[in-house]
């Protein structure tokens, strides 16, 4: 016993060793994850690439000499207790804060805009861009859930087209979580569908807790279905390309494609065999294409005896998220100005085209719009991993060209 | 006092009392003080939660009334608190009704709804009920989720979050019910009395005791004169007036509400707090709604503590602490029932009677 107290205080005199080193006043930032709720098997390699990075500015002394301070606690997918935690983090101090579920964020958006706490939050609803209205503190990581299916119907087309068929043919499903979240992207698929002729677009919501989706398949094979495209989280997704196989026979007879929270490793585990040709809109790059900023990552992660494969793509996700935050404050701190609320937001709102090590595609936020990028890169699984299959379509880009 | 065998009532007036014996009226001006105090000495963050449990309280004692005084189970508590939430809400955001009026306009339109899902009660009983109440559960969830327009937009967009106006109390800019923990406090703290007299004083009324009637043998109440149909109806309706109480405040105690907070977990965690804390009791339902709202807290502080002094390492932090508090959780509701199957209200009246009758217990 007394060795046990003996070790803990030299430990604790190391840790205040440790701490001691970096000067100034440390930064707080705020973080709910969802680490034991309904979405906790994507949240908690989140929440991992978060720490990590935190961690990591600290070890390299903190920004301009100051230390960050996470502020963080598993809220279990619950919004009465994300509500409570992020008013108890703000009042420990919290600066910013690291959100998480769509539901939570859309609760929040009210007390954020009142508290000037810039948010950024891995809901990546449209409805949360609204810089000039009703959010101006909430920001938009990645590619709206509207956008990943608009450029993912895009490269489906350009392929079709590819193969010499008539757009009038396609017939697209969208099968998609029944919630809020789910439903996001439907409308802007539906316009660009008519937009560019494409024979029949349908929505299909998938049952809560269902053990197979054959009667959802059957009625979109009445329908003539040939793209199949999935808003959901993995776990449902993979069942349902299983079930598609199987009800079809092969993975050749339709296109199948998920959005972001179903485009990952965990989707070609669960799917096994299933997943095999199947296309995702990833706004932010899978483990298996190798870019710069995923170094760091990959070291961090050795030296706890695990790779970044097995961390999958959220972990880099939650790890570039912070970085943009981290980045909006350091920018801010440069620039001399006082550390504060709208101060770190107009920071964030004059960012432009900054790389996370090519970790998704760059960041530029405007005062009009707090949409990091309207761009993303389609890949395929083959062989069991995601290979890259198109090259980054920017819509953005795209608009100002037709303009 | 001591030399006493037992309280002896010479007067009707004493025997109607609800606090008899010097020993209680000293307890409630003790607890009396206690709240009014509260504020005081605990943080703003404290006393959100101590909040969150006086607005589950008033829910469960709702629920109680249904499940452990007339014996009728209910698993549509969710969805009851739900409407009561969501009227209210709408009455704030759509008609710009004051949100005094809106709250008790909720309660009335809950207590409706509450009585119409209460019809089937005629002819079912038991689990089968249960499912009846677990249909009225999927309707509303699925309501609230598919109907655009209860949860307002953006830019014609859908979202899936209602905004509720600011509440404030007697028009104070200063007590605004959503953010000031304190107002909100006193303001529910209040309500929770009257919901408190008027449910103890219900069962000292011939509707109450119809409805414990019903409970304890339907056929024997019927056989007195119990009109079953009626009666169960209106504890239908009694017991969603109090829900739908308890959502309004939700409402009013928010910046703004979506279908997550009235999903089935929340009747089940509903159904668990009047068990833990003792059917068919005021009080119970009271400790119950503490017990299930405060634990978690006391749990994740807990950890957080221990992320903080570096005695567990973030790896633990992610991968193993929400399990434990978890589990720990449900070990504790276990332990619980396992030491008193009659809940926190009995174990309570136990330590009281041991130091009533110490030391000659026998």
Redo the contacts between chains.
């Keep these: 016993m007394k060795k046990f107290v003996v070790v803990l205080v030299l ?1 604790c005199l190391w ?1 205040v060793g440790l701490t001691g080193a970096q000067q100034g006043e440390p930064i707080r930032i705020g973080a709910i ?1 969802d ?2 709720g309904a979405t ?1 098997d994507v949240g ?1 390699p989140y ?2 690439g978060v ?2 990075y935190i ?1 990591w500015v600290n070890s390299q002394g903190g920004i301009n000499g100051r230390p960050l301070e996470l502020l963080s ?2 809220y ?5 207790t994300a ?2 935690l992020y ?2 983090f703000v ?1 420990q101090g919290a600066l910013v804060f690291m959100g998480w579920g ?3 964020t ?6 954020i805009a009142e508290d000037q706490v810039p948010f950024i939050s891995a809901s990546y609803s ?2 949360l861009n ?1 810089p000039q ?3 101006p503190y909430n920001f938009l990581i990645a590619t709206t859930y509207g956008d990943q299916l608009e450029i993912l119907m895009r490269h489906m087309v350009a392929k079709w087209e590819e193969a010499g068929k008539d757009v009038a043919d396609m017939r697209v499903v969208v099968f998609h979580n ?4 789910g ?1 996001d992207p439907l ?1 802007q698929g539906q316009a660009y569908a008519e937009a560019a002729g494409i024979g029949g677009f349908l929505a299909i919501p998938q049952p809560r807790g269902a053990t197979d989706y054959n009667a959802e398949i059957q009625k979109a094979d009445d329908f003539g279905v040939t793209h199949i495209i999935v808003q959901n989280v993995s776990s449902p997704a993979a069942l349902l390309a299983r079930n598609v196989v199987d009800y079809f026979g092969s993975n050749e007879e339709v296109v199948f494609g998920c959005l972001n929270w179903c485009a990952d490793e965990l989707f070609v585990t669960r799917a096994g065999a299933a997943a095999e040709g199947a296309l995702g809109a990833i706004p932010f790059t899978p483990t298996t294409v190798e870019v710069e900023g995923q170094e760091i990552p990959r070291e961090i992660l050795e030296a ?1 005896g695990r790779t970044l494969e097995e961390a999958s793509l959220h972990f880099t996700q939650g790890w570039a998220a912070v970085a943009v935050m981290v980045e909006a404050i350091k920018r801010t701190l440069d620039a001399g100005l006082e550390l504060n609320g709208p101060n770190i937001r107009a920071t964030l709102q004059q960012m432009k085209d900054f790389d996370v090590g090519g970790l998704m595609a760059p960041v530029t936020f405007t005062e009009t719009d707090h949409r990091a990028n309207r761009a993303l890169a389609i890949y395929r699984v083959e062989n069991g991993v995601w290979v890259q299959d198109s090259e980054v379509i920017d819509l953005r880009a795209l608009e100002e060209e037709s303009q | 006092m001591a030399v006493q065998s037992g309280i002896y009532h010479q007067t009707y007036e004493s025997d109607m009392q609800l606090r008899p014996t010097t020993a209680q009226r000293v307890r409630l001006i003790l607890a009396i003080a206690f709240v009014l105090l509260l504020p005081f000495v605990v943080s703003q963050n404290e006393v959100r939660i101590v909040n969150k449990v006086m607005i589950a309280a008033i829910g469960a004692i709702g629920l109680n009334i249904l499940v452990g005084y007339t014996g009728q189970i209910s698993l549509g508590q969710g969805a009851f608190l739900g409407v009561g939430a969501y009227a209210c809400g709408l009455l704030m955001v759509y008609f710009q009704v004051p949100w005094g009026l809106a709250l008790i306009a909720a309660a009335f339109i809950t207590a409706f709804v509450g009585a119409l899902f209460g019809l089937p009660s005629l002819r079912l009983k038991g689990l089968y009920l249960a499912v009846a109440t677990l249909a009225a559960q999927q309707i509303v969830e699925w309501i609230i989720i598919r109907w655009d327009p209860i949860d307002g937009t953006i830019d014609g967009r859908a979202t899936d979050a209602l905004k509720i106006p600011s509440a404030f109390l007697f028009g104070n800019t200063a007590w605004r019910l959503n953010d000031n923990e304190n107002a909100f406090y006193y303001f529910v703290f209040v309500v929770l009395v009257v919901v408190v007299l008027g449910a103890v004083n219900l069962f000292r009324t011939h509707y109450g005791r119809a409805f414990i009637a019903i409970r304890d043998q339907d056929i024997a109440a019927e056989v007195m004169g119990v009109n079953l149909f009626y009666y169960k109806v209106l504890a239908f309706a009694i017991s969603s007036f109090l829900v739908g109480l308890a959502g309004g405040l939700t409402t009013i105690h928010s910046t703004a509400i979506s279908f997550e907070r009235f999903t089935i977990e929340v009747s089940i965690a509903y159904l668990a707090m009047i068990i833990v804390g003792g059917l068919g009791s005021i009080s119970g339902a009271i400790y119950g709604a503490a017990f299930i709202e405060i634990l978690p807290e006391i749990l994740r502080s807990i950890g957080q503590t221990l992320v903080q002094n570096r005695i567990v390492s973030d790896q633990v932090f992610v991968t193993v602490l929400p399990f434990v508090q978890q589990g720990t959780f449900g070990v504790l509701i276990i332990l619980m029932l396992i030491v008193e199957p009659e809940g926190i209200r009995k174990l309570w009246s136990n330590i009281k009677d041991y130091f009533r009758l110490w030391p000659f217990s026998y």
Excluded: R
Excluded at chain 1, 76 to 80: C, F, S
Excluded at chain 1, 106 to 111: D, E, F, N, P
Excluded at chain 1, 178 to 181: A, L, R, T, W
């Design positions: 430990a840790l994850f680490l034991s906790g908690t929440a991992e720490i990590a961690n606690q598993d279990a997918y619950d919004v009465a509500e409570n008013k108890q009042s769509t539901g939570d859309l609760a929040l958006v009210g007390k449209a409805s609204d209205g009703k959010a029944d919630s809020p979240f439903t409308p706890q």
